[in-house]
Structure formats: structure tokens, C-alpha cells
């Protein structure tokens, strides 16, 4: 099938080009992140099947530092698919990325577990991850630059915001097979085996991704520019080693792309994980409820894209991260409420406290997990954190053993190295939730929406993806009006990716570290709250507004 034309510039609406050129870059692009999504929706299961050899805690944190893996290489695939695609072009190069991250990912349904290959399982695993990463870092910047290259003046925003649905859809798309397929298997058959279909069924969304990429043509701002022989021989050199170039990266980073970073992980992947690990909702009903929130807002980006033509990218992204930071506190605590009043109440009334001798009792970050704890005041913390029970550390007298209070009474605390069986049923006996506790929302179906409590806890997470909607639907069009075409593949790739690979991915493990290492459920919202507030204050002073840039500039 011949290839479409480029579409010229004109004054009227969006033209059937256009239109092709903005699915065709948003399906290929929906379809990545429904790869690179899989593993974080399953990394309980996969940390299971490829980390099984070590202690229960530590192969879930591995499994989420395996997740962050992909998201730690993200920079560099900018800067590698970066220069490609200033150099070779924006078309070839997001063909490349995508077929690295199908193939990738396909391989990954494959690929025997530890039972069965050993070590080699998670080697294998981590470097289909970094690939996968790799390969996500070229892609992004690719779609966006090529569409809002498409794009004529003042509807920038409205065309990019497209491509800014792909990641929650892809979200979205994920979860929907995931659940999709857990319901036919059964879940002990799901994780055993039926984990790897979702993955299996990428090589499909793969052709599909190709074949429709093969249709488009360069992009005409970069085909013009290779005409007048204006292309950058060094776009590295030029959009790093040059201080004007790079001062506006590291702008666009500070001041913009770290806020909607730990934005956006904060409303859908630690939203998720807060559920699932800390308020102890089951996996089926966590999934359907960040489903629906994501069903729920996922227009929203579209709607802030489209204003952001009107009134600016800069007042949109900074609101939606000043909001954020203000309201991610009691918006966690009103989800504890309806998802596990149990659990709420329990926090509120039960007094537990770890008494020990200062001398004995350390630090218990630990975001990598490979720490382990043998100290008793140590382990006793640990234990009552990764229960989601919530204490306090009192000191006691030097040389004093350990001590584990529970409403003022000593519950028996003697050996380091066990559950701690007594100490979990006295908490519980004072109004801690059991595992299946009647209390916990628990959702029957997909369209089991109507209890009060569930609709309560998909309106708040609805909330937190309307955040996400602020920061995310802009951010394209602003980074893409930032550089010059020359060096727009690698410039703005490489501050997006930092931003959302490192300052982002690295969210889920580090704000679980810092609630185990506090013994408060919220602590580890101080981590968005605070990377949010420095994107509001930098970006007010130093980023500017670019909506009336003429980005066909070299």
C-alpha cells in the first residue's frame, strides 16, 4: 500500500492525514506502553516465578526494582534513539524502538522461570527489561515530535494531547487482558502459567504497530529541513554541550517534567500499589478500580491539551502539580476510608510502640531490598510496617531487650527470625483487619460499581488521574516548542525520560521504603509532595511559555 503524503499547511480543520498521522503514532505508541505496563501490573507474580529463591519482602521489592529497571535506562534510549532521530529521521527511528519493545516483550512470555533455567531467569528477565527501556526512551520522543510536526499553529496542544491518552490507555488496555484473561484461566492457573498469555499476545499489537508505521511518511518540518541541508551533524554535542541548549533541558526537567512525573506515578501506579500492598484490597478488585478511574478520565487529557492552546502550557501543568501536592494527603486517607475502614479505624485507635534500647534499633530504608534485618528492634518494625499496622519507636533503657506495646500491653517479642505470630494476633485482636476481613472493598465483577464505598474509592481515583491528566496532556507540546528542530529528538527526550524514568518509576519502591522505614501508610506520599512543590517554584521562575513558538525553526 503506497504511503500517505505529507500534509501540507492549510488553514482549515484537521485533515484525513491528520488524522491517519495521529493514530497511526498513538496506536504504535498504546501499544508500547501495553508492553511496558504488563510487568508492572504483574510484578507480584513475576517476582514469583523469577525471583523465587529469595525471602517473600525482598522478591516483591526486587520485582519493583526490576520494573524500574526499564524505566533507569529510559535517558539513555533518548540519547541514542535521540541522535538517530535527528540524524536518520523521526519515521525509521520509532520503527526501530518498536520493534525492540515488542520483540522484547514477547520473548518475556517465553522465558523460562528460575525453577526451571535458575539464575539465568531474572538475568534474562532484567535484560529484556533494559531493552524494553531502552526502547521506550526513543519512542516517546519520536510520536510526540513527529505528530506535533503534523500539527498547524495554535492546536499543538490538541493534536500532541493524543499521544499523551497512549500511556494510560496503555494502562488501561493492559489491565483489561490481564483481567480478561485471569477470569477465563482461573487465578491459580493465571499464576502458574496464564501470566505469560498478555505477553504472548504483544507479538499480535506488534504486526499491527509495523504495518501501520510503514504507511507514513517522514515528517515535513524535518523533510524540509534536510532539503536546506540545516540538519544537525551533532545533536548531542549541540543540545548538551552548548549551555544555551542545555539550560533550558535542565528548565524543562526541574521545572516541568519532574512534577508530572511523580504526578502521574503517584495517581496510577502507586494509587495501585497502595491498594494492593498496603490497604490489602485484592489484586482483581484493585485492577478493576484503577480500570475505571482511568476509563473515567482518560478524555481529560485531550480537554487540557486543547486549553492549553488557549490559555498556555505552563498554568495548566503548574496548577495540576501545585493541586496535587496539596491534596495527595487526604485524598490517600479518604481512599484508607472507604477501601478498609477496618484498617483506618485500626490506625486511628490501636496504640502500638517498639520499645528497645536506642543502640539496637537502626535504619530501615531500604528501597533495593537487599538489606536484611537481625537486630530485634529491627525486625519487630519491619514486620508490623509490612503489616500496614502503624507504630511508634520508644527508647528505652541501654541494655534493654525488646519490648512491642499494644494499647499498653507487652506482647511477647523474642526471636528475630520468625512471623511473630503473637504479636500479629494481638494487633488484630485490638482492631486490625484480617486478610479477607468483610470490611476490605471487594468488587465481584467489572460492573460491580454501585456500593457506595466502591463508587466513593473510584471517584477519588478518578481524582488523582485528573491530576495526572493536567500535568501529562500539555507536557508534549510544551517540550516539542522548547527546541529547535535540529536537536528536538534528543533535547526533549532526554528531560522527559529523566523525569518519568528515574524521578517517576523509581516512586513505587522508594515511597514504599520510606513507609516501612517510618511505620506511617502515608509517609511515602512526602515523596511526590515534595519533587511537585519544586516543579511549581522552578517552573514559575524559569520556564517559560512557548504556545506561539513557530517550532518550523532550525
Known amino acids: 500500500m503506497a504511503t500517505l503524503a505529507a500534509t501540507s499547511k492549510r488553514s482549515g480543520g484537521m485533515t484525513r492525514d491528520e488524522r491517519f498521522v495521529i493514530l497511526a503514532s498513538s496506536l504504535g505508541t498504546v501499544f508500547e506502553w501495553y508492553d511496558f505496563y504488563l510487568y508492572g501490573s504483574l510484578a507480584a507474580i ?244 484503577i480500570a475505571w478511574s482511568l476509563l473515567l478520565g482518560t478524555g481529560f487529557f485531550i480537554i487540557f491539551g486543547w486549553l492549553s492552546d488557549k490559555i498556555g502550557r505552563k498554568p495548566i501543568i503548574l496548577t495540576g502539580c501545585l493541586i496535587a501536592a496539596l491534596s495527595f494527603f487526604p485524598i490517600f486517607r479518604m481512599i484508607t476510608t472507604y477501601a478498609n475502614p477496618a484498617l483506618e479505624k485500626a490506625i486511628e485507635t490501636v496504640k502500638v510502640q517498639v520499645v528497645a534500647d536506642p543502640a539496637g534499633c537502626g535504619d530501615l530504608f531500604n528501597p533495593v531490598g537487599t538489606r536484611v534485618f537481625t537486630k530485634p528492634c529491627d525486625t519487630a518494625r519491619d514486620f508490623l510496617s509490612k503489616s500496614s499496622v502503624k507504630y511508634s519507636t520508644v527508647n528505652g533503657p541501654a541494655g534493654s531487650g525488646v519490648k512491642v506495646m499494644v494499647n499498653d500491653r507487652e506482647v511477647p517479642y523474642a526471636d528475630a527470625k520468625t512471623s511473630n505470630p503473637q504479636v500479629l494476633a494481638a494487633v488484630q485482636e485490638a482492631g486490625y483487619p484480617k486478610a479477607g476481613n468483610p470490611q476490605i472493598i471487594k468488587m465481584s465483577h467489572p460492573f460491580d460499581v454501585f456500593n457506595p464505598s466502591t463508587a466513593a474509592v473510584i471517584g477519588l481515583l478518578f481524582v488523582l488521574v485528573l491530576f495526572v491528566t493536567m500535568v501529562y496532556g500539555p507536557i508534549a507540546a510544551l517540550l516539542v516548542e522548547l527546541f529547535p528542530t535540529r536537536i528536538r529528538y534528543t533535547s526533549m527526550s532526554l528531560p522527559y525520560h529523566i523525569g518519568n524514568g528515574w524521578f517517576g518509576g523509581l516512586l513505587p519502591a522508594t515511597a514504599f521504603a520510606i513507609v516501612a522505614s517510618t511505620g506511617d501508610i502515608y509517609a511515602g506520599l512526602w515523596y511526590p509532595i515534595v519533587f511537585a512543590s519544586i516543579t511549581v517554584v522552578v517552573g514559575l521562575i524559569f520556564l517559560p511559555e512557548t504556545r506561539k513558538v513557530d517550532i518550523s525553526k532550525t
Do not use: C
Open 46 to 289: 513475576i517476582g514469583a516465578q523469577f525471583f523465587s529463591a529469595y525471602p517473600e519482602a525482598t522478591r516483591d521489592i526486587f520485582a519493583l526494582l526490576a520494573f524500574a529497571a526499564g524505566f533507569l535506562v529510559r535517558p539513555f534510549g533518548a540519547i541514542v534513539f535521540g541522535r538517530v532521530g535527528d540524524i536518520v529521521g523521526r519515521k525509521y527511528t520509532f520503527l526501530v524502538t518498536i520493534l525492540i519493545m515488542g520483540l522484547s516483550t514477547f520473548i518475556v512470555g517465553l522465558l523460562p522461570n528460575a525453577a526451571t533455567i535458575g539464575i539465568a531467569a531474572p538475568i534474562i528477565l532484567i535484560s529484556l527489561r533494559l531493552l524494553q527501556g531502552l526502547a521506550l526512551g526513543g519512542e516517546y520522543g519520536g510520536a510526540a515530535t513527529y505528530v506535533a510536526e503534523h500539527a498547524p499553529p495554535g492546536k499543538r496542544g490538541y493534536y500532541t494531547s493524543f499521544i499523551q491518552t497512549t500511556a494510560t490507555l496503555g494502562l488501561f488496555m493492559s489491565l483489561m487482558v490481564i483481567l480478561a484473561t485471569r477470569t477465563i484461566v482461573g487465578e491459580a492457573a493465571f499464576a502458574d502459567w496464564g501470566w505469560r498469555i498478555p505477553f504472548l499476545v504483544s507479538v499480535l499489537l506488534l504486526g499491527v504497530s509495523v504495518w501501520i508505521r510503514l504507511r507514513l511518511n517522514e515528517s515535513p518540518v524535518f523533510q524540509k529541513m534536510k532539503e536546506e541541508g540545516k540538519s544537525s551533524k551533532a545533536p548531542l554535542t549541540e543540545a548538551f554541550a552548548n549551555w544555551g541548549n542545555a539550560k533550558i533541558v535542565l528548565i524543562a526537567l526541574l521545572g516541568a517534567v519532574m512534577g508530572q512525573g511523580v504526578v502521574w506515578y503517584t495517581g496510577q501506579f502507586y494509587a495501585l500499589f497502595f491498594l494492593q500492598s498496603i490497604l490489602k484490597v485484592d489484586g482483581y478488585t484493585s485492577n478493576l478500580l
